[in-house]
């Protein structure tokens, strides 16, 4: 009998990923427009965030990683810019858990925004 595998699931999209950040930080498009100084347009980050645009230049991701007090590093990771670290991906220094798996960063990622909501009520 073979024994089963467990699959890993999928990472999420650049774009997936830069949206859970933005939510996460309680801000809107036109507000991370204002924070990028116009480097990055709301109208840009919307196709960003639905995958329409998968390769953004360094330029804007590093804008995006100051908007977003995150790791410019993973986020060219992402892009596709860097190779995953020893065939992992890089970790935002707030989720610097070993192990952690895409599921459980989404979800944290996704709760910081609801505990960032539930402050801004």
């Known amino acids: ?12 999209t650049l774009g997936t990923h830069l949206a859970a950040l933005r939510n996460a930080a309680g801000l809107k498009l036109r507000q991370v427009e204002e924070a990028t100084d116009n480097e990055v347009s709301n109208a840009y980050l919307s196709q960003l965030e639905n995958d329409k645009i998968v390769k953004p230049s360094p330029h804007v991701l590093h804008a995006l990683s100051r908007a977003y007090s995150t790791s410019y590093e993973d986020l060219m990771e992402r892009a596709g810019y860097l190779p995953a670290e020893g065939g992992r991906s890089r970790r935002a220094a707030t989720f610097a858990i070993e192990n952690l798996t895409p599921e459980e960063e989404k979800a944290l990622i996704a709760y910081l925004g609801f505990i960032r909501q539930q402050k801004n009520a």
Do not use: C, L, T, V
């Open 1 to 12: 009998m073979k024994e089963s595998r467990k699959r890993r699931p999928a990472k999420p």
